[in-house]
């Protein structure tokens, strides 16, 4: 993967997806917005355009023994779709276990209300920036 540029993190699930977003540098990782799943492609289609975006880094869906949650398939389909579509941006997987409650940890911790902490496109979006940064930080 290119180290300069943007990187998208997604937390992708049945209903919603988390994105997240590097700086030019892949330095930080951001939370950017939540999206219905059905309109992830198409999201996607125009942040690659907006954030002159260089790689996608998605969750693996792991459980605690490290089998693969049932949302995985879905992923797979996803993956491989993107992969045809946009064969110059390439994905990588990182380990998203967690991910949730560290989001919903970091929210609190952030003094963001209680009635935003409900936000699950809020929560969707952190999750993203913390497999992002997770990414990032194995890089290093």
Known sequence: MKSK???IGLDVGEKRT???VTDAFQLIAS???GVETSQLTKRLRELILEEECVGII???PLRLHGEMSEIEGLI???VRSWEQLFRDIPISRVD???TSKMASASLFDSGVSKK???DK???DATSAAIILQSYLNQRR
């Open 121 to 123: 496109f809020l929560i």
């Open 31 to 33: 939370p950017l917005e």
């Open 5 to 7: 540029g943007r990187l």
């Open 116 to 118: 935003n902490r409900r």
């Open 18 to 20: 988390g994105i997240a």
């Open 58 to 60: 998605v969750g693996l």
């Open 76 to 78: 797979q389909k996803f």
């Open 96 to 98: 998203e276990r967690f």
